[in-house]
């Protein structure tokens, strides 16, 4: 049976929730915090504790991703110089247990050169591992070597670049450079 005293308590609850709800949302306006974004996942910023601070971006707002455009891999002599000065200053020391991949993420500036190096070393099973640093000393050594890298340009404009090297170990011999 219809009750108006019962549909007045509705209205009642109805109301206050009401004024909840409202309450709720207006207490997260101006409480948001502006944090600067950047445009790509993995952009390689500036870290004064491990960048060469003579390394120069040309466009330090955007670097184009790996491959991002048909970027890839942009050096002289292509992979097989690569995999080249690899092999020939890689100096192979049998040290059981140290097989895995060392990853190495770095950016070329619009000059060519190479900066911001990033190292990332793994299992197998692409679990973090850390190597022996007579073998992870000597890959970042010689990446930071090449001297072939390659500015990229982009309908007239020369731009940075990420690119990426991934550097395959077993039991602490060279095995092959990716990609």
């Known amino acids: 049976m219809f009750n108006f005293k019962n549909m007045s308590i509705l209205f009642k609850i109805s109301r206050i929730w009401n004024v909840l709800l409202c ?5 997260c306006v101006g409480t ?8 790509d996942l993995g952009e390689i910023r500036f870290d004064e504790k491990l960048d060469d601070i003579n390394f120069k971006v040309c466009h330090e707002d955007y670097t184009f ?11 002289t002599g292509e992979k097989r ?34 900066g911001r190096f990033r190292v990332e070393e ?10 022996d640093d007579t073998i992870s000393t000597q890959i970042i050594n010689i990446t ?23 550097i ?12």
């Open 23 to 27: 309450l709720a949302m207006f207490s």
């Open 32 to 39: 948001t915090t502006e944090e600067k974004y950047y445009n």
């Open 65 to 75: 991703p790996f491959n991002y455009g048909g970027v890839g891999l942009v050096y």
């Open 81 to 114: 110089e690569l995999e080249k000065t690899y092999f020939d200053d890689y100096k192979n020391t049998r040290i059981e247990g140290q097989t895995g991949f060392i990853t190495i993420r770095f950016i070329i500036n619009c000059e060519g050169k190479a």
């Open 122 to 131: 793994m299992d197998l099973n692409l679990e973090p591992k850390k190597f």
């Open 144 to 166: 930071k070597s090449l001297g072939g890298w390659q500015a990229y340009e982009y309908e007239g404009i020369t731009y940075d670049y990420q690119q990426y090297l991934t």
């Open 168 to 179: 395959k170990i077993e039991d602490g011999r060279l095995k092959d450079v990716l990609p």
